[in-house]
Nanobody, 114 residues
Framework: QVQLVESGGGSVQAGGSLRLSCAATGIDTRANAMNWYRQVPEKEREWVASIDSGAYANYADSVKGRFTISRDNSKNTVHLQMNSLKPEDTAVYYC????????WGQGTQVTVSL
């Protein structure tokens, strides 16, 4: 059974940093493309970043240059380092992987204030 558990969210002032983690069980993060999405109330879930099995990373334009996705193979965990945070980054952040279906974590809240 695939399970994704996010952690690391919180409240920070604009310009600050947070590091999100996604601990995976039931699936090998090295062999699958792992993704981060985010969602604010009444809006569709938005793709943020991906890292594929070859460790190639891709980012939404809105976070490029500020966010970094990475994998810790020893812990089967994916991280999202978020720097220079802006109020518009406020959202619930979800970890995702596509296997036989889409798997999602429970989400972690990130709040950025002025």
């Amino acid at each position: 059974q695939v399970q994704l558990v996010e952690s690391g969210g919180g409240s920070v002032q604009a310009g600050g940093s947070l590091r999100l983690s996604c601990a995976a069980t039931g699936i090998d993060t090295r062999a699958n493309a792992m993704n981060w999405y985010r969602q604010v109330p009444e809006k569709e879930r938005e793709w943020v970043a991906s890292i594929d099995s070859g460790a190639y990373a891709n980012y939404a334009d809105s976070v490029k240059g500020r966010f970094t996705i990475s994998r810790d193979n020893s812990k089967n965990t994916v991280h999202l380092q978020m720097n220079s945070l802006k109020p518009e980054d406020t959202a619930v952040y979800y970890c995702n992987v596509y296997g036989i279906r889409a798997y999602w974590g429970q989400g972690t809240q990130v709040t950025v204030s002025l």
